[in-house]
């Protein structure tokens, strides 16, 4: 028969082991559970993006897949090339995005564009040094075009809704749409890489 201070330290135990357990559980929830992928972008003027990318098309958006990459679901894009602004000209080319669905297995990342089957637009694309060529700053490098058979078209860039920062100040700020067309896009690429040439 348990005395009341045995009874007091076997309740004091329970509580203990509660505490501890569910403490444990939380950890353990934290080291297993998917990781929440969010975006923080570097803010980057158009300047910067032609700068910085390896490669400036126009193309048009022939196919798609996804594949595991490491731990990792990409999107595949195959684009058919009609212009090339910046680096070695292709016809078609491969560029991928994060995230998709293989074998039942779905990755979402904040800030990833889709694109569908058809679509115009002029990338601005890097290639990481695993040979992944992907659009540079999420969509700050993808200027959509309609498909409305116009011989100069307006390059339209939606503002992104991610966490963007200043490079200058790191404090956040506000991402705005811009739109040219498509003649002052070509110009401004070609003038930027000619004082680029010139330094």
């Known amino acids: 028969m348990a005395s009341i201070g045995s009874f007091g330290t076997l309740t004091a135990l329970k509580g203990f082991v509660k505490r501890h357990f569910i403490s444990l559980a939380l950890v353990f929830l934290a080291l297993t559970a998917p990781p929440l992928r969010c975006a923080t972008l570097e803010r980057l003027t158009l300047d910067d993006m032609i700068s910085k990318s390896s490669a400036i098309v126009r193309g048009k958006v022939a196919d798609s897949w996804t ?46 564009p889709t694109l569908n089957k058809g679509s115009e637009f002029v990338f601005f694309l890097w290639t990481s040094k695993a040979g992944l060529t992907q659009i540079i700053g999420l969509t700050q490098g993808l200027f959509a075009l309609p498909a ?52």
């Open 67 to 112: 594949a595991l990459t490491g731990s990792v679901i990409y999107t595949h894009y195959k684009i058919q090339a009609s212009e090339t602004y910046k680096g070695n000209a292709r016809n078609l080319l491969e560029i991928v995005v994060t995230g998709g669905t293989v074998n039942g297995i779905h990755q979402n990342f904040s800030g990833s």
């Open 148 to 199: 409305d058979g116009a011989s100069d078209p307006m390059a339209t860039r939606a503002p992104t809704r991610e966490l963007m920062l200043d490079p200058a100040t790191a404090r956040p700020v506000k991402d705005a749409a811009l739109s040219m067309r498509l003649s002052e896009l070509r110009s401004a690429i070609a003038n930027t890489l000619a004082v680029a040439g010139r330094n």
